[in-house]
Structure formats: C-alpha cells, structure tokens
C-alpha cells in the first residue's frame, strides 16, 4: 500500500506544469499597425515597436502617438529595436547597435509610455555571451527583465534585475526555438515566439513555452501553438498578454520575400509588407 501511495505521488509530482496558463486560444480579429517588430500592451493601450520605431495605439486600432527617433537620446549608440514590453508605465525594448552581421551596445532601453520619449537604460553584460538581442521581458514576481537571442545563439534566455539592471545570470533552454523573435512572461510561464516556419514554403510558424523556476538553470520548452491560420505565412514577431482582457497578441509580417534573412521584393498581390496584431482569446 505504502509503495503504491509513494508511485502515485511520484507520478502526480511529475505531471508537466508547461502551458497550464493557456490551454487553448480563439481567435478574435486582426489589427493593422505600423512597426515590424514587436507588441506590448497595458490597460488603455497597445505599443508597436518598429526596427527604429515606437508606436502607440488605442484597442481598436487608431494611432495615437509615435516615436520615429527611438535612439536619439541614448548615450549608447543603436541602430535596432525589438520585441518590447510594458510594465508600471514604462515600455520596455531591446536595442542594440547591428552592423555588419555584428550586434555590439546590447541594451534594455526604458521609454515612458504615456509620451514614448527616453527614460533610461540599462547596459548588458558581455560577459553573459549574448551576442544580440531580439526581445525583451518584464517579469515582476521574479523581480527581473528578461532578454532573448535569436540570430547567433538562441540556448539562453539573459536575467537582468528589475530595479537595478544589474546582470543576474542566464537560463539555458532546451530544445532550442529556432529563430526566437518574442517573449512574454504569463503567469509562471515563459512564452517564446519563433520565425522558423519557411514562408516560401508556406510553412507556419510557432508559439513555445517553458516553466520559469526560481535557482532552476535550465528548463524544457514545449511547443503551445502552430500558426497555420493566419493570412499569408510570413514572419512572426512578438507577443504580449493584454492584462485586462486577458487576450494573447502576436505580431505578424506578411507579404515580403524575405530569403535568408534579405527582403528580395513582394509575394503576388502584395505591393508592401503588412503588419498586424493577431488577438486571440485565452481560454483556461
Ligand atoms: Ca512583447
Ligand atoms: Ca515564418
């Protein structure tokens, strides 16, 4: 008896908590926005981060403010923003400054989200490894924001503390999502979108998750969603939760060819790329 109680708690402890924030997602509408990049959102608002960018807009869809100069003010030179995320009236971007198949000045740049001017930084650490920068995550029940990797090395989501930015270590992920372009932190979980779905070959991209673990140093990634219905294959770019409607949004871009990571003109009946937000319920 003693040994059947001991296998069946093994077996209940073992039961995986991956995706147990979202078990499945309906799809509401589309949004056409401006920016390339990423989404972030808080109680009014929706923010688009272009490559060199900042956009605001109000839940249905109006432009309301923008920022075409992100990187004036910064005392580190960028040339690159990515996924962003908003947290305590701030939005939140990766930027760094790419040249030549190089990303140097990584950085977590600060923006007030009620003017999306300049607020301040904070500075990677290149002991870390990261080598670039493609998405940002505020995660406040850990105290921390997190940064992702795509284009050199994907194996490690990168700890900054919240408050401080002080660097505070890396988590290293496994399997590895090819070609990471967003992150979100939804409840426990670590959501991870990846671009590895061929649009030429009119293949979907995904949607991952992972279990965050406080003094964990690596975590599983299980796969939570295949876009097969969207518009037109293309490219997916970042995600964020609407903490009001409790509502998944990701970033899309479709009608550009884009080969080997260089835009080589338009799909048939496409003149320009187009950005949406695709807005999809969370059902628990
Ligand atoms: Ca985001
Ligand atoms: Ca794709």
Known sequence: MKKIFLLLFIVIINIPVNGQ????????????????????????????????SLY????????????????????????????????NGKIYAGAEYFYDGK????????????????DRYFSWEPESGQQEVCAVAVDPENNLVWLAADWINGSYLYKYNLETGEYEGKLHIYPVPEKQQGIKVFENQMLITADHGDAEFDEPDHLYTLTIEAGKTSAQVSLLKTFSNVKRQGEIEGLIIDPVENNLIVHFNRGMRVVNGMPIGFYPGYNEEVHELYIYKIVN
């Open 21 to 52: 924030g979202i078990d499945s997602l309906q799809f509401i509408k589309t949004i056409k926005v401006d920016g390339r990049q990423g989404v972030a959102a808080d109680k009014n608002y929706y923010y688009v981060s272009g490559s060199k």
């Open 56 to 87: 605001k807009y109000s839940k249905d869809g109006v432009l309301i403010h923008s920022n075409k100069k992100p990187f004036s003010k910064l005392e580190k030179e960028a040339n690159h923003l990515g996924d962003i995320d908003c947290f």
């Open 103 to 118: 990303a140097s000045n990584i950085q977590i740049v600060i923006y007030n989200a009620e003017t999306l001017e300049f």
